[in-house]
Nanobody, 113 residues
Framework: QLVESGGGLVQPGGSLRLSCAAS????????IDWYRQIPGNPREWVGF???????EYAGAVKGRFAISRDNAKNTVYLQMNSLTVEDTAVYYC?????????WGQGTQVTVSS
């Protein structure tokens, strides 16, 4: 089971840190992706962190967002800086290994003045 948290309302230029917490064991074998979705639009890939810990990012967030993981806490973080109104969406994390994947329920991020 995955649970996202940390969403909320923030002004343009502000920051938020999202968490994706997993229950169960063997968290370290899972790669974690972050996605976001605006109603009526397809889900958009935001970034990824593999088991080795090296993240990758979509062009729209590169340089502003940072993904990290703490395997001891079974948690992956999405640090979001310099937020713009275009970052407003529901953010989801996905854990995957081989052909198994789990999704969280999502957390709303709203960037507005």
């Amino acid at each position: 089971q995955l649970v996202e948290s940390g969403g909320g309302l923030v002004q343009p230029g502000g920051s938020l840190r999202l968490s994706c917490a997993a229950s169960g064991s063997s968290f370290n074998v899972f790669s974690i992706d972050w996605y976001r979705q605006i109603p009526g639009n397809p889900r958009e890939w935001v970034g990824f962190i593999g088991t080795g810990g090296t993240p990758e990012y979509a062009g729209a967030v590169k340089g502003r967002f940072a993904i990290s993981r703490d395997n001891a806490k079974n948690t992956v973080y999405l640090q979001m800086n310099s937020l713009t109104v275009e970052d407003t969406a529901v953010y989801y994390c996905r854990a995957r290994v081989l052909d198994v994947e789990y999704w969280g329920q999502g957390t709303q991020v709203t960037v507005s003045s």
